[in-house]
């Protein structure tokens, strides 16, 4: 099989790639190691920078997000039980959508069905190879025969755990990672949310989020141990922990039920450079993590298509700067949503050896962003998503 760009990875930025460069004239073929089922059952985070709603729309993807997404003009921050609000849309103008990752696939592999995009489901063992050369290509069994797909470049948007990151040689690849002491135990519940805007709480007991998908399905957080079993989390035990950790305001309205999901994640800020090695460009969870905390997971993502759609466009037209400059261009604003992100967690997480001191501090540093106009604004301006 002959393609221009083989896309390893049928996630929303490998599906999205697809549809851009499909729009563009550029032929791809996906290939993901999973079944559409499975990729569309994984429960995600939604809150989309303005920036990616705009990219979701250019790909011809955002009419369902538009009727059916929740826009956000700002967000609350909370400490020692007491809240207040950052307006980002009289701060810097813009706002951000709620709209589920899920639904954001889903409407990528119903775009891409309906061009008669080629994705290659099941998909094992999937190599890219000569990826230093100008015939790079990629291996992949299917159905225990080995396939090869011929190209001219290959997106890896593999994610963290994918084979792409590995392709690049140890003595280019340099990684930078801080893992952090603690992890989200999260529940989705069929409840109206608590609040029309995400809920950020900062609390001497830990860390809390009240966050939406729609308004009949919320998702929480709280901050736990990872070493936690779930066993040890009632959702009684689970809703307990929440009032506890949020305005009070919030905790005296909550809406409790049964959780139908529930789960406890690691926390990670991780960097791979560069983000291109030859033929090979790492896309979104193959190059970075963010902790969700900020919410740029899939913003980030969406931010490397940005760069590398453009990037490859210019080259079928006969500039290679964009291919060229990709990694450099991606990594500047990764960097900055790192920063963010790492930011964020810092002040409004529980650190296991934090004094009383110290948390004194992050309730200081919350106290001051509730009364400088220009600490809102900075804080506004990374959370809507910085331009491309």
């Known amino acids: 099989m002959r393609t221009q760009v083989c896309i390893i990875g049928g996630g929303p930025s490998g599906l999205l790639l697809s549809q851009l460069l ?10 993901e190691r999973q079944t559409r089922d499975y990729v569309l059952s994984r429960i995600r985070a939604g809150v989309l920078e303005w920036g990616s709603v705009e990219m979701l729309r250019k790909a011809g993807v955002g009419s369902r997000m538009d009727t059916e997404g929740f826009v956000h003009g700002g967000t609350y921050l909370a400490a020692r ?3 207040f609000r950052i307006d980002f849309h009289n701060l810097v103008g813009k706002q ?8 954001v696939t889903r ?7 309906k061009a008669g995009g080629v994705i290659i489901q099941e998909a094992a063992d999937v190599e890219p190879h000569d990826l230093d050369t100008e015939k790079p290509y990629v291996t992949y069994k299917k159905d225990g025969i080995v396939q090869r797909v011929d190209c001219d470049f290959v997106a890896g948007c ?13 003595d280019v690849l ?8 603690f992890g989200w ?10 609040s029309h805007e995400l809920i950020y709480a900062n609390h001497e007991r830990g860390f809390a989020l009240c966050s939406m998908r729609n308004a009949n399905l919320s998702r929480y957080y709280v901050q736990c141990p990872v070493t936690d079993s779930l066993d040890q989390w009632t959702d009684q035990a689970f809703w307990d922990e929440l009032r506890r950790r949020i305005p009070a305001d919030a905790a005296d309205s909550l809406v409790t039920g049964k959780s139908i999901e529930k789960s406890i994640a690691p926390l990670r800020s991780f960097v791979a450079e560069p983000m291109r090695w030859g033929r090979l460009f790492l896309v979104g969870d193959a190059a970075h993590i963010v902790p969700p905390t900020g919410a740029k997971g899939l913003n980030l993502a969406i931010g490397d298509v940005h760069y590398l759609h453009e990037g490859l466009i210019q080259y079928y037209q006969g500039d290679d700067e964009g291919v060229q400059k990709y990694s450099e261009r991606a990594l500047s604003r990764v960097w900055k949503s790192e920063r963010f992100s790492w930011s964020l967690t810092t002040m409004l997480h529980r650190f296991p050896d934090q004094s009383p001191f110290e948390q004194r501090m992050q309730e200081a540093e919350l106290d001051y962003l509730e009364t400088s106009a220009a600490a809102q604004r900075a804080m506004a301006e990374n959370y ?3 331009p491309y």
């Open 384 to 386: 809507v998503g910085l």
């Open 158 to 170: 593999d994610g963290f755990h994918g084979p792409c990151r590995k392709a690049i040689p140890a």
């Open 107 to 113: 409407d990528l592999y119903d775009a891409r069905e």
């Open 22 to 31: 499909h729009n563009a004239g550029i032929d791809t073929v996906v290939l």
């Open 96 to 103: 951000v959508m709620v709209y589920g990752q899920t639904e």
């Open 185 to 194: 135990l999260g529940v989705l519940s069929e409840t109206p949310p608590v």
């Open 81 to 83: 039980n007491k809240g």
């Open 174 to 181: 340099r990684e930078y990672e801080r893992v952090y002491p």
